[in-house]
């Protein structure tokens, strides 16, 4: 029968060549020896000739060998080379037609995350996937459901990510207080967070950020145990309890509320705050776009600072150190 060489018999050849005895040579191939000696002994013959000096100790190339092995190796490198690049080149192609993938949880973060991506790959189709939960959120991270994501994490509550998420600090973002525009302290610039003692609370629903343990640890590290009386998810109604005397809630300080009859304060020495992060998939997302997509988002969320005139106040009266520290 005759045989015609293929690129898998030059491996062949390597391989006995590599190992020094068809019996070593079988077992990196798992072949039986006989079977990887009449294949050896077919190549030989379709090439031409021996192309191995067999011995007691095993085979090595002669002559004639050593040329054919190095003809062989060149190929193979060059063969692996070809593969390596046209992979590579269809992944580039695959990342470059699919839709980039941005979620968030809710806030103004998520909008800024998607309008500096139009800008940074505006011939790749957006899609958006703003989650209420971090913790379904990381999951779609972690499982490259989600490419990018924006999401906030508190102090002490760290969220697990998976082995192929990297995440980066964009700043600290304080927490302040939103009091009826009637309420005593809301004569005051700033208010400590003690001088809350005696309030009831609106806040979101409990989740797996650990919001609800924060507040009351740090509220008991300021003396009292914060009284938790109404929950909702819905901004607007949390500033009508406000404005109606019923309750003080935090809030973000680059949220638009626009309820009348509120108002906002910063705490003394930003006793709540949150790390505001960028995560995103490694297999999906090359790091130029993750740095670029960070200074993007920094450079909108400053821009953000300077339309909330309370915010701005803060900012400029020591805030900003607060809130990049982490990144000088």
Do not use: K
């Given at each position: 029968m005759v045989m015609h060489l293929e690129f898998r018999?030059?491996?062949?050849?390597?391989?006995?060549?590599?190992?020094?005895?068809?019996?070593k040579a079988a077992a990196r191939l798992q072949l039986s020896q006989p079977a990887t000696s009449a294949q050896l002994k077919r190549i030989e013959h379709?090439?031409?000739?021996?192309?191995?000096?067999?011995?007691?100790?095993?085979?090595?190339?002669?002559?004639?060998?050593?040329?054919?092995?190095?003809?062989?190796?060149?190929?193979?490198?060059?063969?692996?080379?070809?593969?390596e690049y046209a992979r590579s080149a269809a992944e580039a192609d695959r990342q470059a037609t699919a839709p980039l993938r941005a979620g968030g949880t809710a806030g103004p973060l998520v909008s800024?995350?998607?309008?500096?991506?139009?800008?940074?790959?505006p011939e790749r189709r957006l899609t958006i996937d703003a989650r209420r939960s971090v913790h379904t959120l990381l999951k779609s991270l972690s499982l490259s459901k989600c490419d990018i994501a924006v999401f906030g994490e508190f102090p002490g509550f760290p969220l697990p990510v998976g082995e192929s998420v990297a995440?980066?600090?964009?700043?600290?973002?304080?927490?302040?207080?939103?009091?009826?525009?009637?309420?005593?302290?809301?004569?005051?610039?700033?208010?400590?967070?003690?001088?809350?003692?005696?309030?009831?609370?609106?806040?979101?629903?409990?989740?797996?950020?650990?919001?609800?343990?924060?507040?009351?640890?740090?509220?008991?590290?300021?003396?009292?145990?914060?009284?938790?009386?109404?929950?909702?998810?819905?901004?607007?109604?949390?500033?009508?309890?406000?404005?109606?005397?019923?309750?003080?809630?935090?809030?973000?300080?680059?949220?638009?509320?626009?309820?009348?009859?509120?108002?906002?304060?910063?705490?003394?020495?930003?006793?709540?705050?949150?790390?505001?992060?960028?995560?995103?998939?490694?297999?999906?997302?090359?790091?130029?776009?993750?740095?670029?997509a960070c200074e993007r988002l920094l450079a909108a969320y400053l821009s953000l600072v300077r339309q909330r005139p309370q915010y701005l106040t803060w900012w400029e009266n020591g805030g900003e150190g607060f809130a990049l520290g982490e990144r000088m």
């Open positions: 018999h030059l491996r062949v050849l390597l391989t006995v060549a590599e190992a020094g005895s068809i019996r379709e090439l031409g000739g021996p192309l191995f000096i067999r011995s007691a100790d095993g085979v090595t190339p002669n002559e004639n060998g050593q040329y054919v092995l190095r003809c062989a190796r060149d190929l193979v490198v060059g063969f692996d080379r070809l593969r800024l995350l998607l309008s500096a991506l139009f800008e940074l790959v995440t980066r600090t964009l700043l600290r973002e304080p927490v302040f207080v939103l009091l009826a525009e009637d309420h005593p302290l809301a004569r005051q610039e700033m208010v400590s967070l003690h001088e809350l003692a005696g309030e009831e609370w609106v806040m979101p629903e409990a989740d797996e950020s650990g919001v609800h343990a924060y507040l009351h640890l740090t509220c008991q590290s300021a003396g009292f145990t914060p009284r938790i009386a109404h929950v909702t998810p819905d901004l607007s109604v949390a500033q009508i309890l406000v404005a109606g005397r019923r309750a003080v809630c935090g809030v973000w300080p680059t949220a638009d509320v626009s309820a009348h009859g509120t108002v906002q304060r910063p705490l003394v020495d930003v006793p709540f705050h949150r790390r505001l992060l960028l995560a995103w998939n490694t297999a999906s997302v090359p790091p130029e776009l993750a740095d670029a």
